[in-house]
């Protein structure tokens, strides 16, 4: 470069160029040829890019084409253009030194900034890599966030340290007397990285899980989770965004576990009218019970209507054409519980689970089969509660 403006120099001077305009005719001249240069470096470095990309894609693995996307060539090539900068530019200001140490550092935050980019890129790559390998995907969005936040930081650092013109230690060492301001300032970034390591170590969420998180008001499949936001797409169509924290802390619901068996739940209780439970005579007993449901209740001393109805319903559910049968991993428990009266009446519950996923279909089915057991109950005798009821009570 001092050849280059020695040669700029004297040919300026020999034209009788006042001295004034021979310093800024031959930094602009050189600043052309340099530029000049750099055009032809970047075209020949295009033409090295694609025969590059031309040759990965030609290939049969496929890992060559996660870490050497074109993408990630393109990085390398501005990376080579940025090192070849930071080594040139800073010579063009040989004729004006006052400028040489701010554009070598401006040259140096470019570098930095390159290598940075090549390596943000790389980490999507390696975590895209883990996810080909069938790596669990929260697993692997928490990794990916993480990496990034580390090389951000880094670079962070680095640039700061550059600009400060004062060795990195120096600045670490500044910065740690922010440290409980830095903590207040990326709270949710250090409770959400810490939350979201727990959920994909312990398996307990990964994209488009079913989850139910009543205090969000979300109820739907996880679209995107990050170190501070898990966005939830409710089945309404609108958007909930969780802290990964609170997930961890105040708890929510998977459902996608139940959905990976092949089953839906049949979950609901029915509130009956105490008044209406009630002991029946034998003939009555006779006349409701059937020998295939009934179990060992004695027909000749008669039995309760709500007992005959909970083996009813029992036998029903057992006999539903949809109903998920059990295997030696899986217990697909079928049962009907009373659970403690309350002001409303006595609640039944009734649990099973069908072999039935699409949500149109389910809902449909499992309405069918309410009906049948709201139809079920005049004939035992039994009513529901409702308040401000004024029906009549059934006829036996």
């Known amino acids: 470069m001092k050849r280059l403006f020695d040669i700029l120099t004297s040919w300026l001077e ?8 021979v310093r800024a005719t031959a930094t602009f001249t050189a600043a052309l040829i340099w530029v000049a240069g750099c055009v032809m470096l970047y075209l020949l470095l295009k033409l090295i890019a694609n025969h590059i990309n031309k040759k990965v894609e030609d290939t049969e693995t496929k890992i060559d084409d996660i870490f050497l996307s074109r993408k990630v060539v393109n990085a390398i090539c501005l990376l080579v253009i940025s090192i070849i900068i930071t080594k040139t530019v800073p010579g063009l200001t040989l004729l004006y030194p006052n400028a040489y140490k701010a554009v070598t550092t401006c040259c140096s935050v470019l570098t930095i900034g390159a290598v940075t980019y090549l390596l943000v890129l790389e980490s999507s790559a390696f975590c895209n890599f883990l996810r080909m390998r069938n790596v669990q995907h929260a697993g692997v969005l928490v990794l990916r966030n993480v990496l990034q936040s580390i090389i951000g930081a880094v670079a962070g650092l680095l640039i700061i340290s550059t600009i400060l013109n004062r060795d990195l230690a120096y ?9 409980a301001v830095l903590m207040l300032v990326f709270k949710d970034s250090i409770l959400g990285a810490i939350a979201g390591i727990r959920l994909s170590v312990n398996g307990m969420l990964k994209e488009n899980d079913w989850i139910i998180v009543p205090r969000y ?6 679209e995107d989770l990050s170190l501070t936001t898990v966005k939830v797409r409710n089945w309404d169509k609108s958007i909930s965004t969780i802290p990964p924290h609170a997930l961890v802390s105040e708890g929510f619901i998977n459902k996608e576990r139940m959905l990976d068996m092949g089953v839906r739940q049949i979950r609901r209780t029915f509130f009956v009218d105490i008044e209406s439970v009630r002991k029946l ?11 295939e449901w009934c179990g060992n209740i004695d027909l000749s001393q008669g039995a309760v209507n709500l007992s005959l109805f909970r083996r ?12 998920a049968e059990s295997t030696p991993e899986t217990a697909m428990q079928v049962f009907v519980r009373e659970l403690p009266a309350t002001p409303t009446g006595l609640p039944l519950e009734v649990f099973f689970f069908v072999r039935c996923l699409d949500w149109e279909e389910f809902e449909e089915l499992q ?3 309410i009906d049948e057991i709201t139809a079920a109950f005049p004939r035992f005798g039994l009513r529901l509660y409702q308040s401000m009821a004024s029906a009549a009570f059934p006829s036996k």
């Open 281 to 291: 005579d034998a003939e009555e007993t006779a006349r409701l019970a059937d020998k």
């Open 312 to 323: 009813w319903l029992r036998h029903a559910m057992r006999n539903h054409p949809r109903i």
């Open 14 to 21: 020999a034209a009788a160029l006042p001295e004034s305009a």
């Open 171 to 179: 600045v670490i060492s500044a910065l740690g007397a922010m440290a």
């Open 217 to 222: 008001n979300a109820d739907g499949r996880v």
């Open 367 to 369: 309405a069918d089969f």
